[in-house]
């Protein structure tokens, strides 16, 4: 996703809220390019992706965005939120710990949806640079109307001329902001008619707008209508209300099975950003204890004995022996009391087990045969990073541990190469440029790895002229 000009400092600036902490364990903060470049914290983590995945899916096949390669980012930020950048959907931790149910996230991306098939980004650069020229035109105006005071010596004419400009640059920002306010409509609408064809409930969608109109009410602020970018939550709840109360699917409930994965997705994000105590405040009064159990295990292993951990995680793979993300928790816990060999017993079967096939399982796998350190091991190690890399090429620390396999090997030229790639994906283009150079010195012109260094050589930045 490379954005220009205009709508990259806008985009900048909303990523600007954005603040991050490092997580341990099974969320790894990581970066796309991109997301880099805007200072956004990527977390990644295998479990949370597929659901979420696994929950747009049906809504962007209705929204005819079944085939367009369209990611879904998770973002490290406590706020209840959601953007779309290029062809990814970001969305906040905060949002997935906060909705009590899949519904509400469903609803959040049958919205974020509603804003790529609608062409929203594309019309907003076109308006971005629309409003630029009403301001420029207003500072013109004002600026001749400001020296023609100056030259006839008539202060009221300057001060006339002040008020041109302000009130150009004014108009200019009110115009923009009522222009995405009608499109957060048009996104709201065709949110509802993704959810009607695929015959889920907007009850989500209107319980998340009443929890915005709840924070204005709370934060006592006086918000006028016509500055912010979003219709406010009152009217937003009103319009969509009637519609959504017309579908034969309003009073529809989530799946049981969906509901337990997305109430394990809670506590784990609330243990890893918020501490011990956050999965059992979150479930309080829950009645399903299996995830209560897996935000205990997950407490235990960040913050607990290793060894009370490790029988807590086998007690849930005795209740769901096929639940990939078990074993790689007990792959986790493994590799923190320095047992590699077995937790890369515990990833092999995670990986193998995986619906998904996320590139994260098999990049953990190869982490723990790096940690054996035998030359056969090592080599398993570049085989099982290179799968994950072949499903998750930006991945920037799985190139770095992929590096690290190949040092220790002694392929001096490979081991740089995947440094460069690393680089590369976090959005350090220089740093890149470097590591590629240094590989292409040793690799054979024209094979497949002298000409991707050349690639990454040759890469310019959008929007730089060198």
Known sequence: ???????SRF??????????????????????????????????????????????????????LGNSGINIVLVNDPAFNAFVAGRRIFINTGALMTAETPNEIIGVLAHEAGHIAGGHQERLRDQLERAQTMAIVAALLGAGAMVAGAATDTSGLGAAGAGIVSGGSEMARRSLLGYQRSEET?????????????????????????RFQNALSLSGARVDPYRVSHPMPRERIANLETLARESPYFDKADPAALQQRHDMMRVKI??????????????????????????????????GDLRSALSKVDALIKSQPKNAYFHELRGDVLMKSNKPAAAAEAYATAA?????????????????????????????????IRKGLDRDRENASGYRYLAQAYGMLGDVADADLATADGHYYSGAY?????????????????????VRAQDIINYKQPGKKK
């Open 1 to 7: 996703m490379h954005s220009h000009g205009s709508l």
């Open 11 to 64: 985009l900048a600036r909303t990523a600007r809220a954005f603040t991050g902490l490092a997580l341990a364990g099974g969320l790894a903060l990581s970066s796309t390019g991109a997301a880099l470049a805007q200072r956004v914290p990527i977390v990644r983590d295998a479990e949370i992706e597929a659901l979420v995945r696994e929950y747009a899916r049906p809504i962007l096949k209705a929204a005819g």
């Open 186 to 210: 048009t996104a709201d609408r065709s949110a509802l008619t993704y959810l009607n064809a695929t015959g889920q409930s907007a009850q989500g969608m209107l319980k998340t707008f009443q």
């Open 270 to 303: 609330a243990v890893y950003t918020q501490g011990q105590a956050a999965a059992s405040r979150l479930l309080r009064g829950s009645t399903d204890s299996l995830a209560v159990s897996y935000g205990d295990a997950q407490a235990t292993y960040l913050f």
């Open 352 to 384: 193998r087990l995986d619906p998904a096939k996320s590139g994260i399982l098999p990049i953990q796998l190869g982490q723990a045969y790096l940690a054996i350190g035998t030359p056969d091991a090592l080599k398993k190690a570049v085989s099982e």
């Open 430 to 450: 220089q740093d890149a440029k470097i590591f590629a150079m240094r590989a292409q010195q040793k690799l054979q012109r024209g094979s497949p790895g002298w």
